[in-house]
């Protein structure tokens, strides 16, 4: 059982680059998002998305790019990358968007320089 | 505002001890969810359990219990006789079924259990 695959695990970025945190579940579950992690800060929400073709902004959107053109994927894309980003990012997945818990990746270490 | 207040940022106990991880939530829905999850050292976020807010029969899971109270808006966690692999970050989290769509985390209680 794959669950939530994330890749990469790890990237550094100098500032000013764009990329793209790859995110796949197969677990045809409907609803996706992506959080990150900071010291002291807990999980924040960035996007989510209840379905193919529909996402939405969470807590802290500013800065990513999300797109949901299949249920099972979920890409996460930093347009412009900055020190701020540097972060442990994680992509989740549930059966519906408020019930079910969600099931998470391994995470990515993202360091902008 | 907080919608989850994790108020212990560290904790540490020797082991064999019992520790009581507080959670407190806000929300003026009937209708809402409550998580516990687990990130051990290696990272990873493991799911523990859900309560829902029409259930407020606490829950028993070996080690693990869970106080939920809706009159203090408190979901607390306690771990019994703890062992080292207890050693982890715990995250409670809210879900406002179904007005919203999103979990709101809180910031997390670090544990340590010293052998």
């Known amino acids: 059982n794959a669950g939530v695959t994330q890749t990469p695990k790890f990237q550094v970025l100098k500032t000013g680059q764009s990329m793209t945190l790859q995110c796949a579940q197969d677990m045809n579950h409907e609803y996706m998002s992506w959080y990150r992690q900071d010291p002291g800060m807990g999980l924040r929400l960035i996007h989510y998305s209840v379905g193919a073709g529909i996402t939405d902004q969470g807590e802290v959107p500013n800065g990513y790019n999300v797109s949901r053109s299949t249920t099972e994927d979920f890409p996460l894309r930093l347009l412009s990358a900055a020190p701020s980003q540097t972060s442990v990012y994680f992509c989740?997945?549930?059966?519906?968007?408020?019930?079910?818990?969600?099931?998470f990746g391994n995470g990515t270490r993202l360091t902008v320089t | 505002a907080q919608k989850v207040t994790q108020a212990q940022t560290e904790i540490s106990v020797v082991e064999k001890e019992d520790v009581t991880l507080d959670c407190v939530y806000e929300t003026r829905d009937t209708t809402y969810y409550l998580f516990w999850y687990k990130q051990p050292p290696s990272g990873e976020l493991v799911f523990l359990i859900r309560r829902n807010s029409f259930d407020e029969q606490n829950e028993i899971s070996g080690r693990y219990s869970w106080n939920f109270q809706k009159s203090t808006s408190s979901f607390n966690f306690t771990i019994t006789a703890s062992q080292v692999v207890d050693s982890a970050v715990y995250f409670c989290?809210?879900?406002?079924?179904?007005?919203?769509?999103?979990?709101?985390f809180g910031t997390g209680t670090s544990l340590t259990v010293i052998p």
């Open positions: 989290a809210l879900s406002e079924a179904p007005r919203e769509s999103q979990f709101y």
């Open positions: 989740a997945s549930s059966r519906d968007r408020d019930r079910s818990p969600l099931h």
